[in-house]
């Protein structure tokens, strides 16, 4: 166990319309009574001002989704680091599975927007993860200790950051890895940060995603070097984050 403070943080994509926003309401009613986990919910550019309002002095953190490298400029559709902790954000998922297959994005791409979630004094959330050809192929480690290399940046030794493992395979199909799956890639992070970064690679998060549900929570959060979860379709529903976030804490 690496005693880090768990973080369970949901990721929205792209769902979540103005009648969403009471959801969003009764999971800060039902995070009142937790205490020992961090959350943050990531909600779509269009309702994060107003999430950002509503979740204000609630102990739900406010997340972006993505956000571009720049800090302003002619980049039509792109929002930046700055402008997530313009509206009080505290996290920035930066390299999700559905970036790198559907918009391209490189490590080096991944590498450079965690550096601007750190220099807008943000926590970037760094996601890597496989593809089922790739496990398939006994390439798990291969890819997944590329992508941490190449996505984290000399910057983040000094910094706050959190590393999401994402299987692409497990995400929105109900499919889990077994906890020993789990157990391997989490311990190969913690080595490959500890080995980079050192004393500081210890005080690093390592969230599991990928189908994480109120029924595999519990299960999941007790794999060594599990820090938390990255929830998608899960964080989606008050009822479902609440008790995946209570398995955590
Ligand atoms: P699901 O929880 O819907 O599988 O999504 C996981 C994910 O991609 C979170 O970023």
């Known amino acids: 166990m690496s ?5 369970v943080a949901g990721n929205w994509k792209m769902n979540g319309f103005s009648a969403s926003l009471g959801e969003l309401k009764a999971m800060i009613e039902g995070a009142k009574t937790l205490s020992g986990v961090d959350l943050a919910i990531c909600p779509p550019a269009t309702l994060a001002a107003q999430a950002g309002w509503t979740l204000k002095d609630s102990t739900i953190a406010l997340g972006g989704q993505d956000c571009h490298a720049e800090k302003t400029g002619a980049f039509t559709g792109d929002v930046s680091a700055e402008m997530w902790a313009d509206i009080g954000a505290k996290y920035v998922i930066v390299g999700h599975s559905e970036r790198r297959a559907m918009h391209g994005e490189t490590d080096a791409v991944v590498s450079a927007k965690a550096s601007a979630v750190l220099r807008a004094g943000l926590t970037p ?5 496989e593809t089922l050809a790739e496990r398939d192929a006994d390439k798990t480690v291969e890819v997944v200790s590329s992508q941490l290399a190449g996505s984290v940046p000399e910057a983040a030794g000094k910094a706050s950051f959190v590393v999401a493992y994402e299987p692409v395979w497990a995400i929105g199909t109900g499919r889990t890895p077994t ?11 913690r080595q490959a940060l500890e080995k980079r970064f050192g004393a500081h ?3 690093i998060r390592l969230l ?3 189908s994480v549900k109120p029924d595999n929570a519990r299960e999941l959060m007790s794999v060594p070097d599990v820090d938390g979860a990255l929830v998608g379709g899960a964080s989606l529903k008050s009822a479902d984050f609440l008790a995946i976030a209570r398995a955590a804490a």
């Open 208 to 210: 599991y995603g990928g």
């Open 3 to 7: 005693g880090l403070t768990k973080l």
């Open 179 to 189: 906890t020993a799956q789990v157990a391997e890639v989490h311990a190969m992070l």
């Open 125 to 129: 959330i760094i996601c890597v993860g």
């Open 201 to 203: 690679g210890r005080t």
